[in-house]
């Protein structure tokens, strides 16, 4: 079983800041990339930012220039670093993790955690 743990989510004044932490843990054999997702209300579930394995990283267009993505392969840790956060940021945002187990695929959802972008 593969659990990845979520944190870092809350309210914050629009131009603030957050860091959203995923830590992942379980029978991972292979860590092919790590993300973030948001869903808002009455939207469907959007990249924000994505890393892999090799540090590769891309991010949506509406987060270039404020968020950055990065990870801990060994620690199969990423984090989120939100600046200058809108209101249209306001989302629940979910980690995601691309890899595989011993014997199969993986493809692995966190909980998600709620940011709220509001003066």
């Known amino acids: 079983q593969v659990q990845l743990v979520e944190s870092g989510g809350g309210l914050v004044q629009p131009g603030g800041s957050l860091r959203l932490s995923c830590a992942a843990s379980g029978s991972i054999s292979r860590l092919y990339a790590m993300g973030w997702y948001r869903q808002a209300p009455e939207k469907q579930r959007e990249l924000v930012a994505r890393?892999?394995?090799?540090?590769?990283?891309n991010y949506a267009d509406s987060v270039k220039g404020r968020f950055t993505i990065s990870g801990d392969n060994a620690k199969k840790t990423t984090y989120l670093q939100m600046n200058s956060l809108k209101p249209e940021d306001t989302a629940v945002y979910y980690c995601?993790?691309?890899?595989?187990?011993?014997?199969?695929?993986?493809?692995?959802w966190g909980q998600g955690t709620l940011v709220t972008v509001s003066s």
């Open positions: 890393i892999s394995s090799g540090g590769t990283t």
């Open positions: 995601n993790v691309v890899g595989s187990t011993r014997f199969t695929p993986l493809d692995a």
